[in-house]
């Protein structure tokens, strides 16, 4: 053995600071050399994925943020009619109208006529949502104002008598806010009144409310059913030997590779009413010819055409769970003593929750936004809350309601997303 | 030892067979007796039919043929759960989602055992694997060691007559397996139930058997306590698969008085224990390292050349080309003796007759 002896390192021993924070051997604190340390891999972790971020900023959050902004803020009016704004600010919406209001108005109707001769139906239409009537109103008293001379008020009252009726100088009021509630309340049935308080909208119009229960009712409904149907399919992909586990894959994935729209109209001959299911049906003699079943346009369609859509996002989650129980959990519990049904309630079950609670959540959010299927397939009772988030950016162009409506659901699934966390744990969801 | 307080046929394999694509046995005609407080390893290459033996006797997976008995009563058509049997599975089987108490109390829950009797009997089983204080702890909280206590506490805690072990301390490192292995030793010694225990690993199955079934293609090679399994291995599939031991292809000459005399591939003539070799044609010499004598005047001489040394701290291993082999292995003792041998040098080698066995020419 050749003799290389070792010299113990006498200056041996971590090097600390006054303070006790340990040095590093060149004297620097050690914490900060190894932020230096590790800079460079995180910048370029972050220059990676830099273009992704921006992508998501663009064309995600701030839109997201854009939406919750446009709920609350509304500067038409405000923006168009900026004397009349500062005036109906100082009004206490109860006492009878003044020269003064009446002065702002017809000022600011001719400025905004001679910007542009739509600028002032596009205040008629913003009262409008507050009371009807406003549009026909303001484009009456545009095309007169220029000719209009003090007392203005009097003036007002010659070219219409609902200058009169306090209820559109309230409802000016109201639609002079920028920050305004109304838009929120609307999306929940309440009506946001000129002296800033609360009332309940009439009877007949209140219809969101109804619908976001009816929404979050069908998304539940369409998450258990798909857990229903999914979690047996899950087990037996997870149980079958992999050729034929393979092909019952391509099975469940076939709905991802055809068109949503071909999906759902493929359910339309199936569910209409002389369509297969029901011809099957009269055939076997569960119904008679005269009295087909309504299945489609209506609530059945709308559920039956969503489980079928989003059973695979149930499915998968709950594959992969399962893929990943040891089959020696449920041998150990039958060697205990239990029985089947036991062994499976008591262990294999309880293993499997994390992949139903993600596919459960996974259905539960796509189905509450769902769009295009219960407008195809669900005729009059079987829309949803996204098909009048669409009617309102498409057809009346009160995107403001759209967004106030939009940012609820968005609350909802936090909610919902939290409350999965308070119950399951989002640590405990599996997606793959 | 086997045998000691019960019947000699607690466990019973009557001419069972096991074939899982109907063209190949895994398991050909095994006839065993397992006797009551015996602890009995199956032991074997990958392959070799021990686990499905395990698993058949467990009652996940059904015998193709003949009839295995427990305590006397055919269990074949049983299903696991009535069969009583605990189980401790070589990933510990600890179901994750319950505290390591209400693992434990599983097995007694399902047998409808009231909540003080439950109690009692989980804290019991608990110190005896020293793990009294992480009845509230989650499997995904303890050391591997950790759950193997566990998952031993398991198997236990409902007082099965027999406990079936299936490679439970493969995942160990081998300091923790070693330790495991003398506990789970002396929990059998004290318990006096019956084990069955499966490994591949030999040194695991001499520490603790009372006796091992060696497994080789679906047949027990040989069933025989542990010291008769290293001494006096009965073939040659035995004498390489237990311990570390030296071939040397030969033909036999003569036999008598159960002593072959034999001619070494070398052209060497040397004498061995004539155990399972027939009478004429080939054989095959086996000897231990630890009984090759290295001295001019040993019986049996032949001449070795010292190829490499490899010191070992208690002993040193020495590999020798002897009679055409290069990978003649002698191990000898780190005493005054080993500063004789240098690498390159000859060195006669010999051997006591008794220590050579004349075994099949597999």
């Known amino acids: 053995m050749t003799d290389v002896s070792y010299q113990p390192d006498t200056t041996r021993g971590s090097l600390t600071d006054a303070s006790g924070a340990l040095l590093a051997a060149d004297g620097t604190p050690l914490k900060k050399k190894l932020r230096q340390a590790l800079a460079v891999s995180r910048r370029r972790a972050f220059l990676l994925v830099a273009p992704l971020l921006l992508f998501i900023l663009a064309s995600f959050a701030i839109p997201i943020l854009l939406l919750l902004v446009q709920g609350v803020k509304d500067n038409t009016f405000s923006s168009i009619m900026p004397e009349t704004t500062s005036v109906l600010r100082e009004w206490d919406s109860n006492s009878e109208p003044t020269e003064e209001m009446a002065a702002a108005v017809v000022m600011d109707l001719i400025s905004a006529k001679e910007i542009s001769r739509s600028l002032p139906t596009k205040v008629g239409t913003r009262v409008n949502r507050e009371v009807s009537g406003a549009i026909s109103l303001f484009k009456k008293t545009t095309r007169k104002a220029p000719k209009m001379e003090a007392p203005f008020l009097a003036e007002l009252y010659k070219v219409d008598k609902k200058w009169k009726d306090p209820a559109y100088w309230k409802a000016m009021k109201i639609a002079s806010k920028t920050i305004t509630p109304a838009y929120y309340a609307a999306a929940v049935d309440k009506k946001y009144l000129a002296d800033g308080s609360f009332a309940d909208q009439p009877e007949d119009r209140q219809i969101y409310v109804s619908l976001f229960v009816k929404t979050i009712l069908v998304s539940g409904g369409v998450m258990l059913a798909c857990v229903l149907l999914g979690f047996p399919v899950a087990y037996l992909l997870s149980h079958l030997p992999a050729r034929q586990a393979n092909l019952l894959m391509i099975l469940v994935l076939l709905p991802f590779w055809t068109s949503l729209l071909v999906r759902t109209t493929a359910w339309i001959a199936m569910l209409q009413s002389a369509g297969v299911l029901n011809d099957i049906f009269v055939w076997i003699g569960i119904t008679s010819d005269d009295q087909r079943f309504s299945l489609i346009y209506n609530m059945t369609g709308t559920i039956i055409a969503m489980t079928h859509i989003l059973l695979p996002f149930m499915i998968l989650p709950i594959y992969s769970v399962m893929k990943a129980i040891p089959p020696s959990h449920v041998r150990a519990a039958k060697s205990l003593g239990a029985t089947n049904w036991t062994a499976f309630w008591r262990v294999y079950f309880p293993a499997t929750i994390p992949g139903i609670g993600a596919g459960g959540l996974l259905v539960f959010i796509l189905a509450i936004g769902y769009y295009i299927t219960p407008a195809l397939v669900g005729g009059q009772d079987g829309q949803l809350i996204s098909n009048f988030i669409a009617y309102h950016m498409q057809k009346s162009l009160n995107w403001s309601l759209a967004a106030a409506l939009g940012g609820i659901l968005l609350i909802l699934v936090l909610i919902l997303y939290w409350l999965y966390d308070k119950i399951v744990g989002i640590d405990n969801m599996k997606l793959g | ?362």
């Open chain 2, 1 to 362: 030892m086997a045998g000691t307080g019960g019947s000699d046929e607690f466990v019973v394999f009557d001419q069972v067979q096991k074939s899982y694509d109907g063209e190949t046995l895994v398991v050909k005609n095994l006839n065993l007796s397992i006797a009551q407080g015996e602890f009995l390893t199956m032991l074997g290459p990958s392959g070799s039919g021990k686990t499905t033996c395990l698993m058949m006797l467990a009652g996940f997976e059904t015998s193709t043929h003949g009839e295995i008995r427990l305590a006397g009563k055919p269990i074949n058509n049983i299903p696991p759960h009535k069969r009583g049997i605990g189980m401790v599975f070589q990933n510990y089987a600890l179901f994750p989602h319950m505290t390591v108490a209400e693992n434990l109390a599983f097995p007694l829950q399902v047998r409808k055992m009231t909540k003080a009797v439950t109690r009692d009997k989980v804290s019991k089983a608990l110190d005896m694997v020293q793990m009294g204080e992480f009845g509230d702890r989650r499997p995904s909280q303890l050391s591997g060691g950790q759950q193997q206590r566990v998952a031993l506490a398991r198997a236990l805690v409902f007082e099965p007559q027999l406990v079936l072990m299936d490679e439970p301390l493969g995942a160990l490192d081998k300091q923790l397996r070693e330790h495991m292995q003398y506990e789970i030793k002396h929990i059998h010694e004290r318990l006096g139930v019956t084990v069955v225990y499966v490994t591949h690993d030999q040194s695991e199955a001499l520490t603790m058997s009372d006796r091992i079934a060696v497994f080789d293609d679906g047949v027990i090679q040989q069933l025989a306590p542990p010291a008769v399994l290293y001494e006096k291995p009965e073939n040659a599939f035995v004498a390489s698969f237990i311990g570390e031991n030296n071939k040397l292809r030969a033909n036999i000459d003569s036999i008598s008085n159960g002593v072959a005399s034999v001619t070494i591939d070398s052209g060497d003539k040397v004498q061995a224990l004539a155990v399972n070799c027939g009478d004429t044609g080939n054989t095959m010499l086996s000897i231990r390292p630890e009984r090759v004598l290295l001295s001019a005047d040993a019986p049996n001489r032949l001449d070795g050349k010292v190829l490499e040394l490899i010191y070992l701290g208690d002993h040193i291993r020495c590999r020798m080309a002897v009679a055409g082999h290069d990978e003649f292995i002698v191990k000898v003792p780190n005493s005054s003796d080993h500063a004789a041998l240098n690498v390159g040098e000859s060195c006669p080698i010999g051997w006591v007759t008794e220590d050579c066995r004349a075994l099949d020419a597999a």
